[in-house]
């Protein structure tokens, strides 16, 4: 008998100029969707004051015309020399650390050449009360999200062993998908989506359509990532094989997509064409359902 592996619970973006909040949820459950989307989002008492950016570079605040995914630009090829993953915090959080110093080496040039800003991000596995994006979701809402307030990816050590694991293809794939909001982040894009969307109305079918573009080019740069790195130093080529596959380990979800298009856009940055591969903001709305 072949047991079908249970449906992913996707990441979640709460984004700093947008309370934007995109989950990988269960089967039956409903994504939390935006709540504000201008202005800075106010972050709970006592939260940490958003990170300043690091870089003289500006985001560009534009969807399928942002510099990021025009034609030229591309990630570099890089090795990631990871450590074995554990099933302790500092094991994980080791790793993790190993992990997006690879992912920012690969991301880079690519955000540099669109002179757009490369900012670092933190991984964090312990989840805070509060974060500058507020309220953490709770388990059942996702395995991990992104925070652009303090731009840090939180992974925290139970929710991710119990998603994951030990398998290093999953662990992939869900932080390399949260580094790619923090690129959407840097790059301007999160910006500019949340402009389009409504705070009167947040879970509108125009809000979730924009949800869906964010969550698949999310899954596209991760994608593209694992293209830069398969085959090199501790990611094989059959590891980023699996990672990407394993972005196809999801129900249909109104706000993440179909099953269909989700692996769909993987593969089509797991191809290698660079980010313009990732443009879900120029396709048709029957490739991002």
């Known amino acids: 008998m072949i047991v079908s592996p249970p449906p992913r619970r996707r990441g979640r973006v709460l984004g700093v100029l947008l309370a934007l909040v995109v989950v990988l949820v269960t089967a039956g459950l409903v994504a939390v969707v935006p709540h ?7 972050a709970a008492s006592g939260a940490p004051v958003a990170r300043a950016r690091e870089d003289a570079r500006s985001p560009v605040r534009e969807l399928g015309t942002n510099p990021l995914l025009a034609g030229d630009v591309e990630l570099s090829p890089v090795s990631c020399d990871l450590p074995e993953l554990g099933r302790t915090g500092p094991r994980l959080s080791e790793y993790y650390r190993a992990l997006s110093g690879c992912l920012a080496q690969a991301w880079r040039p690519a955000l540099e050449r669109a002179d757009e800003p490369s900012g670092e991000v933190r991984v964090s596995v312990t989840l805070p009360k509060v974060s500058a994006c507020g309220s953490a979701p709770s388990r059942e809402e996702a395995v991990a999200y992104y925070c652009g ?29 949260e580094y790619g909001h923090h690129v959407q982040r840097e790059s301007g894009i999160l910006d500019a989506a949340g402009e389009k969307m409504s705070a009167d109305h947040p879970k509108s079918a125009a809000d979730k359509a924009v949800v869906r573009r964010i969550e698949l080019q999310a899954n596209c740069f991760g994608a593209l990532f694992l293209a830069a790195a398969a085959g090199r130093g501790s990611i094989s080529r059959a590891t980023a094989n699996a990672a990407v596959a394993d972005y196809g380990r999801a129900d249909d979800s109104g706000d993440h997509g179909t099953r269909e298009h989700q692996i769909a856009w993987a593969k089509a940055g797991y191809a290698g064409g660079g980010p313009a591969a990732c443009n879900t903001w120029s396709a048709p709305e029957d490739e991002v359902s």
């Open 149 to 177: 307030g303090d731009t840090t990816i939180y992974a925290p050590t139970e929710w991710m062993l119990s998603d994951a694991g030990l398998n290093r293809a999953r662990h992939l794939a869900t932080i390399a998908h």
């Open 36 to 42: 504000e989307v201008r202005g800075q989002a106010v």
